[in-house]
């Protein structure tokens, strides 16, 4: 069975930094792309980034490209996403999920976990 | 960049159909999948590559995309039913992945 489970969120300041983490496990963590997604409070879901197999490709989504890094460390089979000038609107519940093997949607996620960005 | 429209609320009686839609220029031109997010849980895909289920998915769920319109339609609608659901799209060109407003299923 797929498990994902995010870790790292929390309360931070504007312009502050976070990490977050994805720890994964039930599948070939190695073959697959990953993703974050985000969900602000009562909104929609949001693309935040990809990393493709192997960690060379990433791709960010325009709201977050220049402050968030995505990499993954297939040996521990974990995600990460490395957050920095934050504002407060990132505050928002973040998804680790796994891409399709043809990286079109997501087939898993995990339960997410709380960014809030408030002085 | 690409954008997906979907109506904020649809309403449907139990053992109805529902037809939850997500506009999008030529979007018949692209695949999309739709996904189910239950109160205070996370997404579940539910429908990939316009009209394939996932294994566990009903047969009461179903998809189709054609001209600018996808479309998930759930038939006999249980309470169970009742959540947002959203559509998404890979969009090669940009390699971004977008998703729609979503649409809140409310079942009376």
């Known amino acids: 069975e797929v498990e994902l489970l995010e870790s790292g969120g929390g309360l931070v300041q504007p312009g502050g930094s976070l990490k977050l983490s994805c720890a994964a496990s039930?599948?070939?963590?190695?073959?697959?792309?990953m993703s974050w997604v985000r969900q602000a409070p009562g909104k929609g879901l949001e693309w935040v980034s990809i990393?493709?197999?192997?960690?060379?490709?990433?791709y960010y989504g325009d709201s977050v490209k220049g402050r968030f890094f995505i990499s993954r460390d297939d040996s521990r089979k974990t995600l990460s996403l490395q957050m920095s000038g934050l504002r407060v609107e990132d505050t928002a519940v973040y998804y680790c999920a796994k891409n399709r093997a043809d990286y079109a949607a997501f087939d898993n996620w995990g339960q997410g976990v709380l960014v809030t960005v408030s002085s | 960049s690409y954008a997906l429209t979907q109506p904020p609320s649809v309403s449907v009686a139990p053992g109805e159909t529902a037809r939850l839609t997500c506009g999008g220029d030529?979007?018949?031109?692209?695949?999309v999948h739709w996904y189910q997010q239950r109160p205070g849980q996370a997404p579940v895909l539910v429908m990939y590559?316009?009209?394939d289920r996932p294994a566990g998915i009903p047969e009461r769920f179903s998809g189709s995309n054609s001209g600018d319109t996808a479309t998930l339609t759930i038939s006999r609608v249980e309470a169970g039913d009742e959540a947002d659901y959203y559509c998404?799209?890979?969009?090669?060109?940009?390699?971004?992945?977008?998703f729609g407003g979503g649409t809140s299923l409310t079942v009376l």
């Open positions: 030529n979007i018949g031109s692209e695949t």
């Open positions: 998404q799209l890979w969009h090669s060109l940009t390699d971004h992945w977008v």
């Open positions: 990393v493709y197999t192997g960690g060379s490709r990433k």
């Open positions: 039930g599948f070939d963590y190695s073959g697959y792309a």
């Open positions: 590559f316009d009209s």
